[in-house]
């Protein structure tokens, strides 16, 4: 697999490569954010990315932000730092990234957690044709979201955030993942956008249990759409 890692050490450069070296991995390393994001512009495929939090020029969770906003989760993401603290775990995996692995790295487990998010991703393919997530229809080609054979008539920026949404049935979402991913910057969080538009699809397609779905929200933690069972009647 190709793989790309962003990392300004020289010596944790050079070891990635040789422990995904061994294990039949190939993997570029790219010494600032700049560079890494350079070549994802140019569409050069990655099959995953590691990223270093404290880079020379930009932070790793804005790299992760921007990933996420261009190009969705199509690329499996793993934060590769110094930083283990559990708040820093938990903001590294809000702002996007499939996993984190502290520092120094072990040969065994680097191997391991690669291996388990190329796996994963590999059986996820991607849905670009008509899918359908409870009593919902989605056709990304069209941009139409049906509920019973009825289209949904939203708005350009609701009709992007229902998408993300359903493609990611139980995903907990934060807010700044949603910010970026949808505007593509930072939305205050004394901005009533993100809720405004959230309320709007809540609405407009009647997101309700006995439709299969489910939008939970918190504040603090953020936003994930659930897939209700269904139940007979007693």
């Known amino acids: 697999m190709n793989?790309?890692?962003?990392?300004?050490?020289?010596?944790?450069?050079?070891?990635?490569?040789?422990i995904l070296a061994s294990a039949g991995h190939e993997c570029t390393v790219f010494p600032t954010g700049n560079a890494l994001l350079a070549?994802?512009?140019?569409?050069?495929?990655y099959d995953l990315l590691?990223?270093?939090?404290?880079?020379?020029?930009?932070?790793?969770?804005?790299?992760?932000?921007?990933?996420?906003?261009?190009?969705?989760?199509?690329?499996?993401v793993m934060l590769v730092t110094n930083r283990t603290l559990e708040e820093?775990?938990?903001?590294?995996?809000?702002?996007?990234a499939d996993d984190y692995m502290g520092k120094p790295v072990r040969k065994g487990e680097l191997i391991a957690r690669t291996e388990a998010l190329l796996r994963r991703h590999k059986s996820e393919p991607l849905?670009?044709?008509?899918?359908?997530?409870?009593?919902?229809?989605?056709?990304?080609g069209t941009a139409n979201i049906t509920l019973n054979g009825v289209k949904?008539?939203?708005?350009?920026?609701?009709?992007?955030?229902?998408?993300?949404?359903?493609?990611?049935?139980?995903?907990?979402?934060?807010?700044?993942?949603?910010?970026?991913?949808?505007?593509?910057r930072d939305i205050p969080p004394t901005s009533r956008t993100l809720d405004t538009h959230l309320s709007n699809i809540r609405r407009k397609?009647?997101?309700?249990?006995?439709?299969?779905?489910?939008?939970?929200?918190s504040y603090a933690l953020g936003y994930r759409l659930e897939l209700v069972a269904e139940t007979s009647d007693s």
């Open 88 to 96: 820093d775990l938990i903001q590294g995996l809000q702002a996007g």
């Open 39 to 45: 070549a994802l512009q140019r569409e050069t495929p």
């Open 3 to 18: 793989i790309a890692s962003a990392e300004d050490d020289l010596a944790q450069g050079q070891l990635l490569q040789e």
């Open 152 to 184: 949904a008539d939203l708005a350009p920026k609701e009709y992007e955030l229902a998408l993300l949404l359903f493609r990611n049935p139980g995903r907990l979402f934060s807010r700044d993942v949603l910010s970026h991913a949808i505007w593509n």
């Open 205 to 217: 397609l009647n997101l309700r249990p006995e439709n299969g779905i489910r939008l939970s929200s």
């Open 127 to 140: 849905q670009e044709s008509v899918f359908t997530c409870g009593a919902y229809e989605i056709d990304p």
């Open 50 to 76: 590691l990223i270093d939090w404290e880079l020379p020029d930009i932070n790793g969770l804005d790299i992760v932000r921007w990933v996420r906003a261009k190009l969705g989760y199509t690329i499996p």
